[in-house]
């Protein structure tokens, strides 16, 4: 009779599962000091090839013509991919303890925040105990993903578990907590379907 081969998820399989996990696993406490030692190098412009050797060293893909222009701030910087002609203005901020997809020609204005990050909403779900009776946060993430040719407004908030479709525009100071459809502009906390865009050929 064979014995049955238990497979143990690592912590970091389990954040991108959008299971519970433990944040202070050395693996991801290896994955965020990169991000740490590489975003300042990636927001100094004082030597363009090494920023661009940085660029390509921390984000999981990077397309053609990607362009960063200004600071940005990251927390795995592995999780992030871009494609051909994305550009990403100051100050963009990716929370992104789950994957963040960016399809081609995406505009991201100032200030814009992408959180992938969740806990319970009740209150007595928040924090767990370990062995030695140490608190811990109980964390668990989902994904975001953003398709073509969709414009960002600046300081908007896109929530974990979003998808933004294709040829999509949305307004400045939005909060986006649901997806967005293809061809459509979107705007307001909670961020809401201000009109329709003619369909790309």
């Given at each position: 009779?064979?014995?049955?081969i ?19 696993d ?6 965020i000091?990169?991000?740490h030692r ?8 004082s030597?363009l090839e090494?920023r ?17 222009n ?8 592995n999780?992030?991919?871009f494609c051909?002609?994305d ?16 399809g081609?020609r995406?505009?991201i ?9 969740e806990?319970?909403i009740?209150?007595t779900?928040?924090?767990?105990t ?26 908007v ?5 979003v ?14 907590t ?24």
């Amino acid at each position: 009779m064979k014995e049955a081969i238990i497979m143990t998820k690592t912590e970091h399989e389990k954040l991108l599962a959008g299971e519970e996990y433990d944040y202070r696993d050395l693996e991801l406490r290896k994955m965020i000091a990169k991000a740490h030692r590489l975003i300042p190098v990636i927001n100094d412009l004082s030597d363009l090839e090494k920023r661009q050797t940085a660029i390509n060293d921390l984000f999981g893909h990077v397309g053609e013509g990607l362009t960063i222009n200004g600071k940005i701030d990251v927390l795995y910087g592995n999780h992030i991919s871009f494609c051909d002609n994305d550009f990403i203005n100051d100050n963009g901020r990716f929370q992104n303890s789950n994957l963040i997809t960016l399809g081609d020609r995406v505009i991201i204005a100032p200030d814009v925040k992408f959180y992938c990050g969740e806990h319970a909403i009740d209150a007595t779900k928040r924090w767990g105990t370990y062995e030695n009776g140490q608190k811990y946060l109980i964390s668990f993430t989902v994904p975001i993903s953003v398709g073509n040719d969709v414009w960002i407004g600046g300081n908007v908030t896109i929530i974990g578990g979003v998808h933004i479709g294709n040829n999509v525009i949305i307004g400045a100071g939005a909060v986006v907590t649901k997806d967005v459809p293809d061809n459509t502009v979107v705007g307001g906390i909670p961020a809401k379907k201000i009109k329709d865009l003619k369909p790309l050929n």
